[in-house]
């Protein structure tokens, strides 16, 4: 059985998801999902990002999932991971709102809150496409962890066509 490889600019080279496509169903018509999320991918990283790695997660069909439900493709990703200052919030912000992306105000803490750690801490964003979400994209920035790295990661990611794998 051949598989077909997706070369992505700056992210290596990545297996599709051709056989297993023709079987259960295509979950990217045309490639536009993953090319999508490359896309934008290429369009986020902030000016001030040093040592930028991408990571291409194409479709991959799950057979046998962990909760017993029915099998399905996986989403697809592009992740980022990036050194950058303590600005990258507001510079992804920027970045993302000149894409028609918008982001989700209900990721901000509440001012009589501590700030907390992980995903509702300070310069955790999460976003989504402000007009018709055609492909179930969802984009996080999280920040550097508590070891003090400086090491920013951005997750892109879409939903397939048809045939979606139900996460636990």
Not at 27 to 42: F, I, K, S, Y
Not at 112 to 130: H, I, L, M, V, W
Request: glycine residues 12%; aromatic residues 6%; negative net charge.
């Amino acid at each position: 059985m051949a598989v077909g490889m997706v070369a992505v600019a700056g992210c290596g080279v990545i297996p599709s998801s051709g056989a297993s496509a023709r079987i259960h169903g295509n979950p990217d018509p045309g490639g536009h999902r993953l090319a999508a999320l490359q896309a934008v991918a290429r369009r986020t990283v902030p000016a001030t990002a040093q040592g930028v790695h991408a990571t291409v997660h194409g479709f991959r069909w799950d057979p046998q999932t962990c909760d017993g439900a029915a099998p399905g493709w996986s989403n697809a990703d592009v992740d980022l991971t990036f050194r950058a200052p303590s600005t990258t919030p507001l510079d992804v912000d920027a970045l993302m709102q000149r894409l028609g992306w918008k982001k989700n105000t209900s990721d901000e803490p509440s001012s009589d809150t501590a700030p907390a750690e992980g995903p509702s801490g300070p310069g955790f964003r999460s976003y989504e496409p402000s007009g018709a979400d055609t492909y179930g994209e969802i984009a996080q920035l999280t920040p550097p962890d508590t070891h003090g790295d400086g090491v920013w990661d951005l997750d892109i990611d879409a939903s397939p066509a048809e045939v979606p794998s139900h996460d636990c």
